[in-house]
């Protein structure tokens, strides 16, 4: 695959939500974005609360525009605040520097996409964006190098 689809989008957004739903997580909002940054799928289940888009979107936006997956910008947020501080200014608001962005590749390891989860814990969110993006038959990339 050399581009996102949208079928491969609504299967992960779906697949995620599932996922958090199994294992009686906090209600989700799952938004996947395509290469160049543009919202495919958006969906934001009962109950959850009111900024979750925007998180989600944010998530998914700082980890395409960096080329890291969420873990990967978290660590070097904490290494390096007043960067991120900036970058997140020059984002318009969109970079969440946290576990729950994971970048979307293919088989050949080219960023196709990226997907932002929020509404649980970071780490709760990221499990559940994983899921979505194998069930796609895709990779996904959290930052995390092990």
């Known amino acids: 695959m050399t581009k996102l ?3 491969a989008a609504s ?3 779906d697949t995620a939500l599932a996922e958090g739903r199994a294992r009686a997580y906090q209600p989700l909002t799952v938004a996947v974005l395509d290469a ?3 919202l495919m799928v958006l969906k934001r289940e009962d109950k959850s609360s009111l900024l979750r888009p925007q998180i989600a979107t944010a998530k998914a936006w700082g980890v395409l525009g960096m080329g890291f997956g969420g873990r990967e910008l978290e ?3 904490q290494k390096a605040p007043g960067f991120f501080n900036v970058l997140t200014e020059l984002a318009d608001g969109r ?3 946290v576990a729950g962005g994971v970048l979307v590749r293919n088989g050949g390891g080219e960023i196709i ?3 932002g989860i929020s509404g649980d814990t970071s780490v709760n969110d990221e499990l559940c ?3 979505g993006i194998k069930a796609a038959g895709l990779v996904p990339d959290t930052g995390d190098p092990t």
């Open 75 to 77: 660590r070097r947020a």
């Open 129 to 131: 964006a994983v899921a």
């Open 113 to 115: 996409g990226s997907v």
């Open 5 to 7: 689809t949208l079928a």
């Open 36 to 38: 160049g940054g543009h």
């Open 95 to 97: 970079m969440v520097p």
């Open 11 to 13: 299967i992960i957004v």
